[in-house]
């Protein structure tokens, strides 16, 4: 489950219980050591578990590989709310007094047995998961007297189990109708054939909005633009990470020792799978696939390729993607087209570790100026640098240039237990392709109100809203005599209220409106939705007959309790956390 999770980036709540203790199965937690250091974090003035995190943290992390900067802080910030949700519902459940039977314990560990257990080597038979011989584990006294198995005991107590109780508890109170089930699948399987006129709104001009009409649309309903999270502004300026001359050279060097041993006897595929970084090839000995017609590899790649007689092995040939030594492993003529095959041996240019430090002595200076006398943008210009001023982003978030920096969030965003920094800009910082510096412009809290922030968004918003009435005229106009131009496109679709059309979105309250108000068999509308405009004709109205909506509504009544409960369950932690006060204090410890 936690694999599942740290690929994926987001979290599922009803499962996050079970998915945050069943990494416990296979580890001994009882070194676990309390120390004095700030915590990892606080939910309503308690305290996360430092420990507990590394042990999680280090537990997933060992199942990745090749994790981005960004997925890493991603996932260190989904395991941190994993936490604070674990933290809240335990809390809750000791309140009200949750906890689970010996009987309930004993029922899960068969029906629905510890996670990953089912691939233990001693739990099967001819490689398959064998539930006779984990039955006999399970009932032998001396199982329980394992580590693992006792913490994973205590968690079936304290969580799994009352969890469980907890969304039964919630449910409760879902009671489905057969008259809501019938509204429902009336509205997912009625189907209108129609034909969809749709205005092509990128043919009708973009009016220019005035400050005036931005003004007055904040005023009017500031409630609309308020700021759900911590949000920071910050000037910059960033070097792209470019290879230099010399690095290069000293790639082509490398190559041609490579080269040298080649043509020395040593075997081509056996020097490719030890120090080529084409990873796809590097494995197969640099075999580039079967034999390949002009056209597929890149130019400089592709002319020495086809030039080389069989068997032959190249001088090093450079492309974007570095220096390469090519080998032909024949020619062929299919359908009177030239075809190779080869194998190759690659090395990247990367910037080395020289190239890195000039760029940052060049940041470094910089900021001396800065946190002396100059301004950010005058020590910039000096440096014939670019200053720029970035969007507005959240603790984790992006300046839209640059990608994912890390380091950014702990520096825009203040933490009164980091020690106290005098410095005017940020350290210098860098990812893949930039080497920054930062200078902080400015920040709102989560909940304010601000014109700034809102700008872009209502100046868009009125924009579209222009132009979706003008296609609505133009269709308006000539209602009586539509026909496909180059302002209309006219399609036919099957189309439910539930269901997409093109024009209106999916399943919207303007997509239910057309359907419900169109006359079958005459053009209707206008209807506009984002910038555009639809008019519709429905043909033909297709609603389930008597037999199959009877069916469909008993297999709505069965799903709907669980739907209903899923839902309301995750309403419910969703309020939790969204009431709790939550300090995350993780770039004390992982720099993002």
Same mark, same amino acid.
């Given at each position: ?41 606080? @939910? ?71 996670? !990953? ?33 006792? #913490? ?34 009336? =509205? ?17 001009? #973009? ?37 230099? %001359? ?83 492993? !024949? ?21 080395? =570790? ?37 969007? *507005?982003?959240?603790?984790?978030? #992006? ?64 924009? %579209? ?28 679709? @099957? ?27 005459? *053009? ?21 007959? !008597? ?20 839902? %309301? ?13 939550? @300090? ?9």
């Amino acid at each position: 489950m936690l694999t599942w999770i740290s690929e994926n980036a987001k979290w599922v709540i009803y499962i996050f219980i079970i998915g945050i203790v069943a990494g416990l199965l296979f580890m001994d937690t009882s070194a676990l050591q309390t120390d004095n250091r700030p915590p990892v974090g606080t @939910v309503n003035g308690e305290k996360l578990s430092n420990d507990l995190f590394d042990v999680r943290l280090r537990q997933i992390q060992s199942q990745q590989s090749g994790l981005s900067e960004e997925q890493a802080f991603q996932l260190r910030e989904e395991l941190f709310r994993s936490f604070v949700q674990q933290h809240l519902i335990q809390k809750m459940m000791a309140d009200v007094k949750i906890m689970a039977s010996v009987y309930e314990m004993s029922k899960d560990l068969r029906t629905d047995p510890p996670q !990953g257990i089912d691939r233990e080597p001693m739990f099967q038979t001819d490689s398959v998961f064998d539930f006779v011989k984990y039955e006999a584990w399970l009932s032998n006294p001396e199982t329980y007297n394992i580590p693992f198995m006792q #913490e994973y005991e205590n968690m079936l107590k304290t969580a799994k189990i009352p969890e469980k109780q907890l969304r039964v508890f919630i449910g409760a109170g879902i009671h489905p109708s057969s008259l809501e089930a019938k509204y429902k699948v009336l =509205k997912r399987e009625t189907k209108f054939e129609l034909l969809n006129a749709q205005g092509k709104a990128s043919s009708f001009d #973009e009016i220019s909005v005035s400050q005036n009409s931005i003004d007055s649309a904040f005023k009017a309903e500031p409630d609309s633009f308020f700021v759900a999270d911590d949000l920071a502004k910050v000037n910059y300026v960033a070097i792209p990470i470019e290879p230099s %001359a010399a690095d290069a050279e000293r790639t082509l060097e490398y190559v041609e020792m490579l080269l040298a041993q080649i043509k020395d006897g040593v075997d081509f595929a056996e020097v490719a799978r030890n120090f080529s970084e084409d990873l796809g090839s590097a494995t197969q000995g640099g075999a580039l696939g079967d034999y390949t017609p002009h056209g597929v590899w890149v130019a400089e790649f592709d002319s020495v390729a086809f030039a080389l007689d069989s068997g032959a092995v190249s001088e090093p040939v450079r492309t974007q993607f570095g220096f390469h030594i090519i080998q032909s492993l !024949g020619k062929r003529i299919d359908n009177e087209e030239e075809q190779v095959k080869a194998r190759h041996i690659l090395l990247a240019i990367n910037a080395t =570790k020289e190239t890195m430090d000039s760029l940052e002595t060049i940041l470094k200076d910089m900021k001396t100026d800065v946190d002396g006398k100059k301004s950010f943008e005058e020590a910039a210009k000096v440096r014939n640098l670019m200053p720029k001023s970035s969007n *507005w982003f959240k603790r984790g978030g #992006e300046v839209s240039e640059l990608g994912h920096v890390p380091g950014l969030s702990s520096y825009a965003f203040f933490n009164p237990l980091r020690p106290k920094d005098n410095s005017k800009t940020s350290d210098i910082l860098q990812n893949s392709k930039w080497v920054a510096l930062f200078e902080k412009s400015e920040n709102l809290a989560a909940g304010s109100r601000s014109m700034d922030f809102a700008r872009e968004r209502i100046e868009q918003s009125i924009k %579209a809203k222009a132009r979706a009435n003008a296609v609505a005229d133009y269709l308006k106009t000539n209602l009586s005599t539509i026909e496909e131009t180059e302002n209309v496109s006219i399609d036919s679709a @099957v189309v439910s209220f539930e269901g997409y059309l093109p024009g209106l979105g999916y399943a919207n309250p303007e997509l239910y409106r057309a359907l419900s108000t169109a006359k079958e068999g005459e *053009w209707s509308g206008p209807y506009t939705s984002g910038q555009n405009a639809v008019l519709i004709k429905v043909l033909k109205k297709n609603v389930p007959d !008597g037999e199959a909506l009877n069916s469909a509504v008993k297999d709505e009544l069965s799903t709907a309790w669980q739907y209903g409960t899923f839902s %309301a369950f995750g309403d419910y932690m969703r309020n939790l956390e969204s009431e709790a006060k939550v @300090v995350n204090n993780l770039d004390l410890y992982y720099r993002e």
